[in-house]
């Protein structure tokens, strides 16, 4: 990673974005990703870890594997296929495929299959900050020993994502909108009350099933993930990220 006042050399991993976050962070939005569009737990195997390790080392951003593992379900859904994608190097090959074509400009950052161009993330912010407040009135929050800080959590993030630069690039607005759900999530979790706790506890626990002989560091990411989708559900927030919109 570049290190203060350095310029990172043309054509680095680092000038690429590969290298701009730590690896674990790095490994996590990959991971994340994956588990959203797989809709069940997964737990990285070490041809896994070795792949998206060689993925950041040679400055592929993660936005880039983030899209291309999207692709990768959205074909297989347009195909009716069956079957859970079990990992992530099942989708290897649409990485290199994106990751060739953005770097020749034949496709661009932040475009998918059906998702708009760059010119596109400023509509997609606002209507992310639009969903936001809107969900308020309607979400369920009997979960929450304070009901009322609900609607104030949800106006605060939205203002957080409305106030995001629009021209900061996909990946680090990718970033930014991560940390924003993660900080509305983990504050909702902290308020929910002790039935609502309790329920949630029991669908991670449910999904994540038996986690003997997995090391506790993959536990609890995977666990922490589990959470925090299932918090999101509870209040009907959608996952902030420039590719759901």
């Known amino acids: 990673m570049s ?5 990172a050399p043309p054509g680095s991993s680092e000038e690429a974005g590969g290298g701009e976050l730590d690896e674990a962070t790095y490994a996590t939005l990959v991971e994340e990703a994956f588990i959203a569009e797989r809709g069940t737990p997964f737990l990285m195997s070490s041809k896994d870890w070795l792949l998206v390790k060689g993925f950041r080392e040679r400055g592929i951003p993660a936005g880039t594997v983030i899209r291309a593992i999207h692709e990768t379900f959205e074909r297989r859904k347009a195909r009716a296929q069956t079957g859970k994608i079990s990992s992530i190097a099942y989708c290897e090959s649409a990485v290199e495929e994106r990751w060739e074509m953005e770097r020749r400009g034949l496709v661009g950052q932040g475009e998918g299959q059906r998702e708009g161009a760059i010119e596109d993330v400023a509509p997609r912010l606002d ?19 304070e009901p009322s800080v ?10 957080k994502v409305g106030a995001l630069p629009r021209d900061l690039g996909v990946d680090a607005l990718e970033e930014k909108l991560s940390a924003i759900e993660s900080s509305l ?19 991670v626990s449910e999904a994540l099933g ?22 999101r559900r509870l209040f009907g927030i959608p996952p902030l990220t420039l590719f759901h919109v």
């Open 210 to 231: 038996d986690p003997s002989g997995i090391g506790p560091a993959v536990v609890e990411r995977l666990r922490r993930a589990l959470t925090r989708r299932e918090v």
């Open 185 to 203: 999530l983990k504050s909702l979790e902290k308020r929910l009350t002790d039935a609502a706790r309790a329920a949630v506890e029991a669908r």
């Open 150 to 159: 609900l609607a104030e959590k949800l106006r605060a993030a939205a203002s």
């Open 3 to 7: 290190e203060t006042g350095r310029t």
């Open 127 to 145: 209507a992310m900050a639009r969903s936001l407040e809107e969900i308020g009135p309607a979400a369920p929050n009997e979960a929450l020993a």
